[in-house]
């Protein structure tokens, strides 16, 4: 269910981070919200391309299928809680599509033979439809049962198999070796491929690059067999020796022979693809901005072979750690700039273009160009697994990981294998071969990090922090007076403070207990954007300004200096050497200097036309900072008092502003991904490699779901008093938990009017663990469901007693006895020995029990006089809703919670039936009138007043309403509350005629004739839009139960009421006889 500020608040204040209510810096706008309609349109387009991969999800569609087809007209409408099940299914479902999805299509992707050696294929094959099957099979349970928790409940065989995955893998390449073998074999074939390629076009096969002595390609004309090959090979067999013999030593030996094969291979790739590219370019004459540019790759190709050869020449001393050091590095640096020269869209069009106008058919074409990232794709997954598998294992840092990257890693908790194995996926057989750099402008790092952020964040804005930085820059006014508002720049702004003070209350523990999870998952987004930000000051501000007079030279050059500080601190950070309350110093900083960097350009004049280039790395980073978390589920800071281009509507599902549609584009194309429109109108598909996929939404869409106190006011939302009821949704989810569909149905037809208070009594803390719900059994819970008493004696003194008392007498007159002596005994003791009394009554058996309780009297209950509201404080009841209050709302006062005690008392009697029936209409509106004034008294908002006297006077006034509502759409009875649907208050019939009744409870006595006649025209509206959805022939009619002041004022609604066209049957004023409007 939606998150309420309510409860950002109560964890911001166990956080420490607010202490009053923070000012509001701009008004806010909410994240737009998902109607149940909308949410199955959205996983059938999920799961639509993966059903041919994943055949057992086509279950998973037909199961949607049956929920968006229309109800049977003959069927009983479903009931309130029914409504809550079908939603809370549909939202778990949802949570698990948008979770699971992903990495379905990435284990789809994974299974392809062709990333490994023929004699591993089909066993990883296996493997890979196993852990998918298993991830299928979270998706289904969610789908079949309606279950609304935590996102993951279902996911812990999954997950296991999946973080074994990288070790299963290992074990097929370095146990058995056979891939380590097939590396050294693929780069010996690229060594005969390259000279086989110099001989071709004509050229000496001794190479002019110093690159060429590392890899022997400068071998003499007679040598026709890779010198190097006999080394490698030898190599491998003392790793093999050292295996059989169980050795110590096999993991660094192998981590070793692995790097070597990399290197080897990834030179040879480079000498290759130069000498292919340098032959095609001496060919072409007629195309000069094309020459022009390959030869600048070519540039850039030397310039790679140089960092090759140095690496070459710091390996020949093995026994100098600092040249190993070094070497290490030049070999890092040199493949990570292969990879991104390599991974270049430019470049692979240009060169694909270059090819084809010079006429190249043969086979050396683009084969010889995608050596890098084709030939080696059967040994990449099985290094990279053993690579991955190592460094978790031992805790260092993996295919060029910093010390930072590494530790964050360990941070973000069980899904950290997941996400670096998939994150391995998607680079694999290109970028992680050839260095932990992306070919698409983001580092290895960066994509495992956000991967990560992915599964974690889910956990966070599951557990209430999808607000949680907009609420830490507002909960400090420092922050207000770092925003910087001005213009042109104004765009550019990013929100760090957020960030910064985020991460100290990770590092201090400040989160709620057993708010672990979380709290990894916010130290992993801290991190990752930390890290992204930093790239924003690697480029000199004096660079960017060169030559400019109208700049202040004095400011200019403090900027820098700080600028490169910053710089200094921020690869501190990378490197791991900064410490968390170092971090949040350095983004406050940087943050700060960011403001002052666009103040400055501020003072440029605005026909300048350097400044959009200025503002603009700014604009792009924070455009992506917001789509990154968005993605996530969680809504970042504004900045600039701007609100953030793209808002999240649910994990994997993000609302986007029109006007950043460009940067969207521009964000996948950089990525190697794709932007389609879907089927469904207003909807986009962001795909990027490795299967990770983001539904766009770009169609006018509500701006906010509703507040509970505004549900008895908003047409087509389920009542406040089911759906929105914290407490008893958390019993719902217990319940849903414990038992099938069919038992649920059971348990809460049996409880009918009591539902609300029977699943209250499932939210209590003894049932915390579903096995004690479970345990009690589904004929427990039938059983005390029925009984209003039992309900109240077990969430007065615990459902564990209630349950004891099922069991040792069953139902009849001796259980109501002895729950009444019970209860006796309890009240007669001291408030201090209630709960010591209580658990000793459950630790005894039958006889002691029956002796315990014998000679108790039986509780006295208090009669209320006809004309209260039945607040009693002194009454179990009125303890028991407080006690529920305390428990469930800590951040209340304790007036607050005595008044939401009070109110909530009242409630209680109206459902259970305690006003008598024979009260007059004028007690009856005395009685709203007095809780309204409370409601005043403990200080509840207006809103929140109508909605809970809207609720309590249908209580009051239709007393046989029951739970069962009809909805109506387009002359449809549907399954599912949807935006425009009818409910109506009341359903039935009139002379043979179904009739809806709308009863209102405004307070017309103290309008004015203009009020009256523009509320009367509300209605009206209202009653045309509803006579669209209601079956045809249907009457409509609308109660208000009090009159207003004159007959005049009367007449004035009853004409507007009449208007032309007119679907209102009847209207009735307070108690007064119906008023015919046809």
Known sequence: MALTGDIVTAILGALGAVEEPAPVLRAEQPP???????????????????????????????????????????????????????????????????????????LIDLARPERYLPSFADVIAVETARIRRLYSAAILTELRSPVRGPAGVHLVAADRAMAAFPVFVRDRYLDDLRGVQGGITDAAAAWSGLRELRAQLGRPVSGPTGADHGTAADAGPNV?????????????????????NGEPGLEEAMQDLIRTVQIQHAALTALTVREQVSAWVDQVIAFPDLTARVTGYLGELDAVLRGFSDAFAARTHPDDPARMAAAATAQVAAITALAELLGRRQVKDDLDELGTVIGVETAVKMALLATAVVA??????????AAVGGALASGAAAGGLTLAEAAAVGAIGSFAVEALWFTVAVRAGNELLLGPDSVSHTSFAEELFWNAAMMGGIKAVERGFATVFVQLVRADTAAARIAFVAGRTAVAQLSLFAFAELQSLVHRGRLLTGEE??????????MTATLSIGRLLGTSFAERLTGEPRID??????????????????????AGRATPEQVATYLTDAQALWTDFLKLVDTLPPEDARVPALIEPFAKARFELELR????????????????????????????????????????AEREGTLEPATLPGVLVGARPGGARTIFLTSALPERAPTPAELALVRGVVPEDVLFDDVATLGLVRLTEAFGARKVDNVLAAAGDRQIELLRLLAHPELAQVTAVRNAGGEAWEAIGQDARAVAFGRAYGPRLAVKLYT??????????????????IEAAEPARRDPLIQELLTLDDRRFRLRIGTAKRIVRQAATKDSLKIDRSLVQWRTIRAEIERNYPHLTAEQRDGRADLDQVLEAARAGKFAKSLSHATRLAMLDRFDAL????????????????????????????????????????????SGCTVSDDWYQVDGRWEALELKSDLIHQQSTAELRALARGYLTDATGDAENLPPGSRYALWFIREPGTQADMDAMITVLRGGGSPITRVRFGDREWVDLR
């Open 32 to 106: 737009p919200v998902l109607d149940v309609p909308a949410m199955l349109d959205l996983m059938d387009l999920w799961l639509e391309p993966l059903v041919l991969g994943a055949p057992e999800l086509a279950a998973a569609r037909s199961i949607i299928a049956a929920a968006r087809a229309d109800p049977d007209p003959a069927s009983a409408p479903p009931t309130m809680i029914e409504y809550a099940v079908e939603e809370s299914r549909v939202t778990a479902g949802f949570a698990m599509v948008v979770t699971a999805g992903p990495v379905v299509a990435k």
């Open 935 to 978: 409601g005043r008294q403990y200080g509840l908002s207006p809103g929140s007043i109508s909605g809970r006297r809207g609720t309590l006077a249908e209580w009051l006034f239709i007393p046989g309403r029951g739970f069962r509502r009809t909805v109506w759409l387009r002359g449809k009875q549907i399954r599912q509350v949807v």
């Open 376 to 385: 080696a794709a059967a040994l990449t997954a099985g290094m990279a697994g």
């Open 517 to 526: 999870a979380a709290a990894a998952a916010l130290q992993q987004i801290v």
């Open 629 to 668: 978390l968005a993605m996530i589920g969680i809504l970042s800071p504004d900045s600039g008092g701007l609100p953030p281009a793209c808002r999240p509507v649910r994990p994997g599902v993000v609302a986007v502003s029109a006007e950043a549609r460009a940067r969207l584009e521009q964000f996948h």
């Open 553 to 574: 030279a004095t400011r200019l050059q403090l900027l820098e200096a700080r600028r490169a500080l910053a710089a200094t601190r921020f690869r501190q950070i990378e």
């Open 808 to 825: 040792m007498f069953g139902p009849g007159p001796a259980r109501v006895d002895a729950r009444e002596r019970t209860a006796g005994l």
């Open 224 to 244: 026709t067999t890779w010198p190097l090959r006999a080394d490698l090979d030898d190599a491998l067999g003392r790793a093999r020796a050292m295996r059989d």
